[in-house]
């Protein structure tokens, strides 16, 4: 890892220069800080997994156990509330329509956002449906069934699964690049799977390396780099052409989520801990931790709105851990109602 923001005045150098333009509004000198500004209150006491963040709908995304909780970025106002989930983990828009994914019973569920009806349930011929990605170059989604370790394709124009890529290792999540390949963390086997979205197939396994158990995903597409965060506190950028390990960094314990802001140049890995770590992208290949921002013990879920450069992150209240039981070792303690909350986190105003 090189941590060096300097440049040499070398020949090569200076071509480097001249081929890569930061990304737009990213500061080399002086990346943005970042703060907590807001908590939107949600209802209830079931737990949580994935946030997705929809820009153009100004939208997010919350699942919430049994149920989507959709929250309007503009106001914290909750605009619907998706039923009838057992056990969800991703939801993904799709036009006018959501994808969710039901983990207990091995469907996802497609609701109609116009009027918050569910219009069909596909069931996923895997195990553990989990983190899904739409790719709309092919009019796909494709949903990482977590516990069979495959991917389900599901053609949105017939709503039905039209291929299944064969097992991977427990998978978890995935990002796109728009040219038509998705990559996708394997928890088990530490690689990054990346696969031909046009043809439904597998084309390549990378190895992370040192990277333990990674989980959250995130991409720099204009750059081709991918931020896996692992359960060993690091974070590995991958080089997604070729998928060689740029640069390894330290992040906060306990990590789950990653996203990328193509507007700031930064990289963020959401930890149980309660710390945001914020690492960021000096050029592609020069990266280094700004800062690891305090958030709330448990905020391990993450997504980013690109438009407004807020940070999403859910987080709750916990009452006394029940005791073990053979039939459950590792109790979970009840979320306390009415705790759940989502914190908001953006750059602060520059300072004149």
């Known amino acids: 890892m090189n941590t060096s923001t300097g440049r040499a005045f070398a020949p090569f150098a200076i071509a480097g220069a001249l081929l890569w333009a930061p990304p737009a509004g990213a500061a080399q000198d002086a990346p943005p800080t970042y703060a907590v500004i807001d908590r939107i209150h949600l209802p209830g ?11 153009a709908g100004h939208r997010l995304f919350v699942t919430r156990g049994d149920s989507v909780m959709v929250v309007d970025t503009r106001d914290g106002s909750l605009l619907t509330t998706l039923p009838g989930v057992q056990g969800a983990h991703g939801a993904v828009p799709v036009g006018d329509f959501a994808y969710v994914t039901s983990g207990r019973n091995n469907v996802v569920l497609v609701y109609d956002l116009r009027t918050g009806a569910l219009v069909d349930t596909v069931p996923v011929q895997g195990e553990g449906p989990d ?15 977590h516990r069979s370790g495959n991917i389900a394709v599901i053609d949105t124009a017939v ?60 991409i720099d597409a204009a750059h081709e780099r991918l931020f896996s965060v692992c359960a060993n506190e690091r974070m590995a950028i991958v080089d ?12 906060g314990k306990h990590p789950d989520g990653a996203a990328f802001d193509p507007g700031t140049g930064m990289a963020f890995s959401s930890n149980g801990e309660g710390t945001l770590t914020l690492v960021h992208e000096d050029d ?12 709330q013990p448990g905020a391990r879920t993450i997504a980013v709105d690109p438009a407004t450069h807020r940070v999403y992150l859910t987080a709750a209240s916990y009452g006394p851990r029940p005791e073990a039981t053979a039939e459950n070792p590792h109790p979970r303690p009840p979320v306390v109602p009415g705790s759940v909350v989502v914190l908001v986190v953006a750059p602060e105003p520059a300072a004149h």
């Open 284 to 295: 592609p290949a020069h990266f280094r931790v700004v800062a690891n921002l305090p958030t």
């Open 131 to 145: 983190a899904l990605v739409a790719e709309p170059t092919v009019g796909k989604v494709f949903v990482m069934n």
């Open 240 to 251: 997604s052409r070729t998928g060689a390990v740029v640069a390894t960094l330290p992040i």
């Open 45 to 55: 006491a079931q737990g949580w997994d994935y946030l997705e963040a929809d820009p």
């Open 159 to 218: 709503r039905r699964v039209t291929a299944t890529i064969p097992a991977l290792g427990q998978l978890e999540f995935a990002v796109r690049d728009g040219h038509g390949r998705i990559f996708v963390n394997s928890e088990e086997t530490g690689e990054i799977a990346v696969i031909d979205a046009a043809s439904a197939k597998m084309v390549a396994r990378w190895s992370l390396g040192g990277c333990e158990e990674p989980t959250g995903l995130a």
